[in-house]
C-alpha cells in the first residue's frame, strides 16, 4: 500500500471538539490536514444556534476538569500546553456550587473536594473512612489500562462502601455526565467521571462555547489546516488492510495517509465498503430530551442559586432507557448557565436561562410524525419541569421563551445512533480499528465531556499520527 501521492497527510472526519483538537495538533507539525463536517456548522453536539435574537448553547452544562490559572497538572493543562493556548483565552469561570438530590437528602459539591467530603461525612457519617479509601483507589488507577477499565463500578463501590444510598448518590452525576452503559457504569469511566467533576470542577466561559469553538478554529486555520463544512462522508473505500480513499457524499474522491474518526465506532465501521470486522460493537441506548427556558429576571432572584442539580425521586438511581413512553422524568439534570462565578468585566448574562434534561426514547420520538412530535416536545417539558421543581424553587411563572431538543436533534448533528450522547458502550482506548490506517478520537475512544474530546483528539493524534511519522 502506498501513500506517496495522497492528497493529505491526515484526514479528520468531525468537526467536534475533538476532530478539531486533533487537527491543530497535527498541523502544529506539518501535516497537511483535512476536517470533513457533513453539517454547514462545527461542533457537533457542542455547537451553538441563535432563535428569536438569543443565543443557545446546545450542549454545553459545564466544562469539567477545571484547573486553576497556572496549573501544571490535569487534563485542562495538557489541553493548553499541547495545543499552545493561553489559560485565558477560555475566559473561563468557576461554578457558584452544585447538589445532588435524592428524597430527604442532599449533597453539595463545589471544586473544592472538600465541601464534599464534609457533606458526606455529616449525612453518612458512617461511611466516613470508606470515602477517604476510595479517594486513595482513585489517585492509584491508570485511566489507559484497558483490562481494568470496563470492571463494574457497582461491585467495586460495594466493596467499599456499606450504604447503597450513598452509593446511588456519588452515581448519579457521573453516569449523567458520562456514562453510555445502562444500569452500571466501567470502573475506568468512573474514575475518569470522579475526578473530572469532583476533583477538578465545573467551570464555563461567559460566552460559551462558541468562544471555544472559535478559538479552535482560529489556530486551526492560521496553521493551515482546511475544514470543510457540508462534506459528508458517503464511503471509506477499503484495500485489504488500510482506507484506500475518502468518498463525501457528493462523490469527490479524497486520499490520506491515515484516517481519524471523530463520528462513532459505530458509524465508522458503517462507512467502510468491505467491513472485515468480526465483532462489531453496539449502539449506546442512552439519548436525552433538553429544554432551554429563557426566564424575566436572574435565576438567584427566585431562590435558584446552584450551578446544577442531579435529581433524582428514589433511593434508587434508575439508569437506562426509557422504554415504555417518550421520556422518564424520575431523574435529571438541572442546570443554569447563569449561576457561575463571572468577572465584574464579564457580568451577568443577559437572560436568565434553566436547562433540564431527563431521559428519552429515541425509538419513540424517532417514529412521530412532525405534528405530533412538536405536541409531545411541549407535553413532555411540562412534564418534565412538573418533575424538576420538587427539587428547585419553581421557576414556572417566570418562563418567556423555550427550545427544545430531542434523540431526533442529536441524531441529526452526531449522526450517533439512536441519538446516543455518549456512543457505544464499548470504548476503545487505544483508538484502533480493524484497519491499519483507520483510527478513532472523540466520545467511543473513551473520554467525554469538552475538555475530554480535546484530550482525546490530542492523544490520538500523537499517538497514531505523530508518532507513526517519525
Same mark, same amino acid.
Given at each position: 500500500?502506498t501513500h506517496s ?11 467536534g471538539?475533538?476532530g478539531l ?5 497535527l ?11 457533513k453539517?454547514w456548522t462545527i461542533g457537533?453536539?457542542n ?6 435574537g438569543?443565543d443557545? @448553547?446546545v ?9 486553576e490559572k497556572?496549573?501544571?497538572?490535569? !487534563?485542562?493543562a495538557?489541553?493548553l ?7 485565558? $483565552?477560555?475566559?473561563?469561570a468557576?461554578q457558584?456550587?452544585s447538589?445532588i438530590?435524592? !428524597?430527604?437528602?442532599e449533597?453539595e459539591?463545589?471544586n @473544592? ?14 461511611q466516613?473512612?470508606?470515602f ?7 489517585a492509584e ?5 484497558q483490562e481494568d477499565f ?6 467495586v463501590l460495594?466493596?467499599?462502601f456499606s #450504604? !447503597?444510598?450513598?452509593?446511588e448518590m456519588i452515581l448519579c !452525576?457521573?453516569?449523567w455526565y458520562g456514562n ?9 469511566q468512573? %474514575?475518569i467521571?470522579?475526578?473530572s467533576?469532583?476533583l ?5 466561559p461567559?460566552r460559551?462555547v ?10 486551526f486555520r492560521?496553521l493551515g489546516g482546511?475544514l470543510k463544512l457540508?462534506?459528508?462522508?458517503a464511503?471509506l473505500?477499503?484495500d +485489504? ?11 469527490q474522491?479524497l486520499?490520506?495517509k491515515r484516517?481519524?474518526?471523530s463520528?462513532?465506532v459505530?458509524?465508522?465501521m458503517?462507512?467502510c465498503d ?7 460493537a ?7 430530551v433538553e429544554?432551554?427556558?429563557?426566564l $424575566?429576571c +436572574?435565576p438567584? *432572584?427566585?431562590?435558584?442559586d446552584k450551578?446544577?442539580?442531579f435529581?433524582n #425521586? ?6 437506562e432507557r426509557c422504554r $415504555?413512553?417518550?421520556?422518564?422524568v424520575?431523574?435529571?439534570v438541572?442546570?443554569?448557565p447563569?449561576?457561575?462565578e463571572?468577572?465584574a468585566?464579564?457580568?451577568e448574562?443577559?437572560?436568565?436561562f434553566?436547562?433540564?434534561?431527563t431521559i428519552? @426514547?429515541?425509538e419513540?420520538w ?6 405530533e412530535y412538536q405536541? *409531545?416536545k ?5 412534564s418534565?419541569?412538573?418533575? %424538576?421543581?420538587?427539587?428547585i424553587?419553581d421557576?414556572?411563572r417566570?418562563?418567556?421563551?423555550t @427550545?427544545i431538543?430531542t434523540?431526533?436533534?442529536? *441524531?441529526r448533528?452526531t ?16 483508538g484502533?480499528?480493524?484497519?491499519k490506517?483507520l483510527f478513532? %478520537?472523540?466520545t467511543? +475512544?473513551?473520554?467525554?465531556g469538552?475538555?475530554g474530546?480535546i484530550v ?8 497514531h499520527c505523530?508518532?507513526q511519522?517519525?
Amino acid at each position: 500500500m502506498t501513500h506517496s501521492n495522497a492528497d493529505y497527510d491526515t484526514i479528520i472526519i468531525g468537526a467536534g471538539m475533538s476532530g478539531l483538537a486533533a487537527g491543530i495538533r497535527l498541523a502544529m507539525y506539518d501535516h497537511k490536514v483535512c476536517i470533513l463536517e457533513k453539517h454547514w456548522t462545527i461542533g457537533g453536539l457542542n455547537s451553538f444556534y441563535r432563535v428569536n435574537g438569543r443565543d443557545y @448553547d446546545v450542549g454545553l452544562h459545564a466544562m469539567t476538569n477545571f484547573t486553576e490559572k497556572g496549573a501544571k497538572k490535569g !487534563p485542562f493543562a495538557r489541553l493548553l500546553k499541547q495545543l499552545r493556548f493561553r489559560w485565558d $483565552d477560555f475566559q473561563l469561570a468557576q461554578q457558584r456550587g452544585s447538589s445532588i438530590a435524592f !428524597p430527604g437528602v442532599e449533597l453539595e459539591f463545589n471544586n @473544592d473536594i472538600r465541601l464534599l467530603q464534609t457533606e458526606i461525612e455529616q449525612k453518612f457519617p458512617h461511611q466516613k473512612d470508606a470515602f477517604a479509601k476510595l479517594l486513595t483507589v482513585l489517585a492509584e488507577y491508570d485511566d489507559l489500562q484497558q483490562e481494568d477499565f470496563e470492571r463494574s463500578t457497582r461491585v467495586v463501590l460495594e466493596e467499599i462502601f456499606s #450504604d !447503597p444510598l450513598l452509593i446511588e448518590m456519588i452515581l448519579c !452525576p457521573l453516569m449523567w455526565y458520562g456514562n453510555a452503559r445502562e444500569h452500571d457504569m466501567d470502573w475506568g469511566q468512573f %474514575c475518569i467521571m470522579f475526578r473530572s467533576i469532583f476533583l477538578e470542577g465545573f467551570a464555563r466561559p461567559h460566552r460559551g462555547v462558541r468562544l471555544i469553538l472559535k478559538n479552535l478554529v482560529r489556530r486551526f486555520r492560521e496553521l493551515g489546516g482546511q475544514l470543510k463544512l457540508r462534506s459528508g462522508v458517503a464511503k471509506l473505500h477499503i484495500d +485489504q488492510e488500510h482506507v484506500a480513499a475518502v468518498e463525501l457524499e457528493n462523490g469527490q474522491i479524497l486520499t490520506a495517509k491515515r484516517v481519524l474518526s471523530s463520528a462513532g465506532v459505530v458509524e465508522t465501521m458503517r462507512m467502510c465498503d468491505h467491513l472485515t470486522e468480526t465483532r462489531p460493537a453496539t449502539a449506546g441506548q442512552m439519548s436525552f430530551v433538553e429544554s432551554i427556558s429563557v426566564l $424575566d429576571c +436572574q435565576p438567584k *432572584q427566585i431562590g435558584f442559586d446552584k450551578t446544577i442539580v442531579f435529581y433524582n #425521586d428514589s433511593e434508587t438511581f434508575h439508569w437506562e432507557r426509557c422504554r $415504555d413512553a417518550l421520556c422518564d422524568v424520575r431523574t435529571g439534570v438541572i442546570c443554569s448557565p447563569n449561576n457561575y462565578e463571572y468577572s465584574a468585566e464579564a457580568g451577568e448574562l443577559d437572560a436568565g436561562f434553566v436547562r433540564l434534561t431527563t431521559i428519552a @426514547d429515541p425509538e419513540r420520538w424517532s417514529h412521530l410524525d412532525d405534528a405530533e412530535y412538536q405536541r *409531545q416536545k411541549y407535553r413532555w417539558y411540562d412534564s418534565a419541569v412538573a418533575s %424538576c421543581v420538587r427539587f428547585i424553587p419553581d421557576f414556572r411563572r417566570n418562563v418567556i421563551d423555550t @427550545d427544545i431538543f430531542t434523540p431526533k436533534t442529536i *441524531q441529526r448533528f452526531t449522526s450517533h445512533d439512536n441519538g446516543a450522547v455518549y456512543g457505544a458502550p464499548e470504548k476503545r482506548l487505544d483508538g484502533t480499528t480493524h484497519l491499519k490506517n483507520l483510527f478513532l %478520537c472523540g466520545t467511543d +475512544q473513551g473520554f467525554v465531556g469538552i475538555v475530554g474530546a480535546i484530550v482525546s483528539g490530542i492523544s490520538m493524534a500523537n499517538r497514531h499520527c505523530l508518532a507513526q511519522s517519525t
